[in-house]
């Protein structure tokens, strides 16, 4: 998002008491890492009254690593929403494409990933060749595209790194990634603001935009499904060395044959929206860190090789996005000594559950030397884990490689106002840096 969503933030008091905790409301974002450690003590698993998927049903925000830990890895007992969402959609007599406010990657996920097993499919098959673990094939891109942003750098001074990095950095890796042409990035940045609005301007745990948002949001997704269309037709006859490409020709085992122009431009939507602002608010927030830390940067830049745990500690204590309400219980559950009762939703806050004392050792503070420092929960886990991580750790990694060796100091700038866009992400909508590169 960028510094016009200022505006929509209200300033909010610190919370003292689990009473003035609200993660929700307008301006909570300054706040939230004040209100975990309250949580985690007094409230770990918080009733939300009449605000489950009807009012006469509750939700409950988990907030232990344990608990969280728990739902993710068993998408059978805590069903994700998106596959009651499916089912409606499904048994609705209007086809889904010609739904109202229904986006492509829902279109694509009724037939190619409807059940676990498929989605598990779905993510070796399809996404993880090149947005999992095999992500690697990309690292000299990525390491070109670091270097041209870095090459705009002014020899000494200040910059915006948001703007001069951090948020193009991923939509120029996501188009290379796709196949789509550089000159088309601003458009296609347009449109990936417009699928995080829920994320952004959503009221409440369940992220609702009223229906005035719904139809700014999909006004400014016009064009993106022909867009898409209209570049995975080329593809099929003149493939390249992209991941459209790769959509147009690949025979999906389980359903033995190729994929519809609707589900790959469904796939292509869930890239968009999964690929670009999360990695950018995670260098956001690692400027941040080492900024905060005398001594970090000269650190990193003396040992590349913390450079790893650096990054996952820094996912882990900025969870870019902080939290969803992805699940229903399936039957009565126990949380602690908390009765949640069939049907309710629950809120996952990973962040707080990355801050989680009983599972981190001194959980507020970054630790270089930190064991199996990956567990945290930034991308989730279990069957339903973010298909993205993978180039989203390489981008990270990368970035701070090239910074650290191009650069000879990195400072906070004179001005900074460290506000945070509205919304479930922890997003800096603007970070002032101050820097000499090396000659």
Known sequence: MTTSALSEIAAVGCPHSIDDVDLFG?????????AYPILLRDAPVCRLPGE?????????????????????????????????????????????????????????????????????????ELTDPWVGPGAERHREMITQQVDHLIDLFPDEGELNFVQA???????????????????????????????????????????????????????????????????????RTRPGEDMISFLTQVSFTPLDRKLTDLEIN??????????LETTQYALEQQAQLICDRPGM?????ADPSLLRTFIEESLRLRAPTQGLSTRLTSQDEIFGDVEVPRG??????????????????????????????????SFSAGPRVCPGAGISRLEQQVAWTRLLARLDSLSYGAENPFAHQPGIMLGTLELNLSLRKIA
């Open 297 to 301: 940067f000269a650190a990193l830049k």
């Open 52 to 124: 489950g998927l009807s009012p006469q049903s509750d939700a409950f925000i988990l907030s232990r690593y344990e608990d969280i830990n728990r739902v993710v890895k068993d998408p059978v007992r805590f069903t994700p929403i998106t596959t009651l969402m499916l089912e409606q959609i499904a048994a609705a007599e209007t086809p889904p494409e010609e739904m109202d406010y229904i986006n492509m990657m829902m279109v694509s996920m009724l037939t190619l990933r409807p059940t676990i097993e498929l989605w598990r499919a779905h993510r070796k």
């Open 266 to 275: 469904g796939i292509v939507y869930a890239m968009v929206l999964g690929g």
């Open 165 to 235: 990095f951090a948020r193009p950095l991923p939509q120029q890796v996501m188009a290379r990634v796709l196949g789509f042409p550089a000159e088309d990035i601003p458009q296609l940045a347009e449109w990936g603001e417009a699928q995080v609005m829920p994320f952004v301007y959503g009221k409440g745990h369940l992220n609702h935009l009223d229906q005035q948002q719904l139809q700014a949001q999909f006004a400014q997704l016009d064009g993106f499904k022909e867009y898409v269309q209209d570049t995975v037709k080329r593809k």
């Open 26 to 34: 307008e301006g909570a974002q300054e706040h939230w890492y004040d």
């Open 344 to 377: 309710s939703v629950l809120h996952l806050r990973w962040a707080a559950a990355n801050v989680d004392p009983a599972e981190f050792d001194d959980s507020m503070d970054l630790k270089l030397d930190r064991k199996a420092a990956s567990r945290h929960l």
